[in-house]
């Protein structure tokens, strides 16, 4: 099992993400460059947070036409575990690996704390280490994190439970007061319709060790890697 951590121009939390992959759970990890053709047999490619391109155009304009997104398409297609954090998340709307697309912060200001996420669903590749409704605490560190659809893709991913996460209070109600961006009905993260591609604004990464104040944002690792070990011996 190996994972892949795909850095463009202007990422700053790939290292974040290979530490916790590689220093916290143990996996094979590395590093591919924007430029790269291949994955080297990896089973799960992360495309994490950052300003890639300097966010030029808009946010994931430009980094969805580097080389390496086209292996991840093919990736993707064949049904490989792509996670999209922030920046990365953005990257996958743009490349349409992913619903929706991303707006400015309705108060046109960069937000940068902690929030609280409810789980919508525990049985997807990238949740299973959670119980459904589960309130867990993230960070976001955003500018354009503002998810929205328009009416008829937002009533189509909802309808097919493609909504994985949304802003909530700490007892997991869901309104208005507690949407730190103006996103379309509290979302944080959603799928592609297979359940095989997920983007999330929250940073999982920034929450994997008590020395960071949470570890709530391990399930989301946990959860791949626990799919991709039952893939494999499925394989084996």
């Known amino acids: 099992m190996k994972a892949a951590v795909v850095v463009f121009p202007g990422s700053n939390c790939d290292h974040d993400t290979y530490h916790v992959l590689k220093h916290i759970l143990g996996v094979p990890a590395r590093f591919l460059w924007h430029g790269d053709t291949g994955l ?22 430009i980094a969805r036409f580097s080389p390496v997104m086209s292996a991840v398409k093919d990736f993707a297609a064949q049904g490989g575990l792509v996670l999209g954090i922030c920046n990365g998340f953005q990257i996958l709307q743009e490349a349409r690996l992913l ?14 704390k902690h929030v609280d996420l409810r789980v919508e669903r525990a049985d997807t590749p990238f949740t299973r280490a959670y119980g459904t409704r589960q309130v867990v605490s993230l960070p976001i560190a955003h500018n354009e994190g503002n998810f929205y659809a328009s009416p008829e893709e937002l009533e189509r991913i909802e309808r097919d439970g493609q909504v994985i996460l949304r802003y909530c209070s700490p007892d997991g109600e869901v ?3 507690v949407n730190p961006n103006g996103s379309l009905q509290n979302i944080a993260g959603v799928t592609n319709e297979e359940g095989n591609v997920m983007g999330m604004m929250p940073h999982p990464e920034r929450a994997s060790e008590l020395c960071l104040g949470s570890v709530d944002g391990q399930g989301i690792f946990l959860s791949v ?12």
């Open 40 to 61: 080297d047999g990896c089973n799960l490619v992360v495309l994490p947070g950052g300003f890639s391109y300097g966010d030029y155009l808009r946010t994931g304009a």
């Open 225 to 236: 890697l626990q799919t991709i070990k039952e893939r494999v011996s499925v394989t084996a």
């Open 99 to 112: 619903p929706g697309a991303m707006l400015r912060n309705r108060g046109l200001k960069f937000i940068c």
């Open 175 to 177: 309104h208005d007061a």
